[in-house]
Nanobody, 113 residues
Framework: QVQVEEFGGGSVQPGGSLRLSCVTS????????MSWYRQVPGKERELLAV??????NYADSVEGRFTMSRDDAKRTVYLQMNNLEVEDTAVYYC????????WGQGTQVTVSS
C-alpha cells in the first residue's frame, strides 16, 4: 500500500521558519522524482522544488529561502522553509513521480502576524 504523508505544518510569524517532512512507503522511493507543491484556494497548485536524486531545483518564488533534501534510506523528503512571508500561506503537498504519481494529503502552513 502506497503512503505519502506530510508533517510539520503549522502557524508561524513572518520571518520565521518551518521544516516539512514527507514520509513515504509502498514504492521504490529512490527511483522517484520527489517534489514539493503548494496551493491556495482559487489558484493552481504551484511547483516549489524538485529533487531527482541530486541537487534540488527551486521556483523563483522560494529560491534562497527554501531548501529541499531527501533521505533515500528513510524514504523521506524535507522542505526547510526560512524567512517565511505571509504570501507563503498555503497547503503544502508532497509529490512522487516516476512510473506512477502519488500525492500526500497536504499540510497547512499559515504565516501571519
Amino acid at each position: 500500500q502506497v503512503q505519502v504523508e506530510e508533517f510539520g505544518g503549522g502557524s508561524v510569524q513572518p520571518g520565521g521558519s518551518l521544516r516539512l517532512s514527507c514520509v513515504t512507503s509502498g514504492f521504490t522511493f529512490s527511483k522517484y522524482v520527489m517534489s514539493w507543491y503548494r496551493q491556495v484556494p482559487g489558484k493552481e497548485r504551484e511547483l516549489l522544488a524538485v529533487n531527482s536524486g541530486g541537487e534540488s531545483n527551486y521556483a523563483d518564488s522560494v529560491e534562497g529561502r527554501f531548501t529541499m533534501s531527501r533521505d533515500d534510506a528513510k524514504r523521506t523528503v524535507y522542505l526547510q522553509m526560512n524567512n517565511l512571508e505571509v504570501e507563503d500561506t498555503a497547503v503544502y503537498y508532497c509529490h512522487a513521480g516516476f512510473v506512477q504519481e502519488y500525492w500526500g494529503q497536504g499540510t497547512q502552513v499559515t504565516v501571519s502576524s
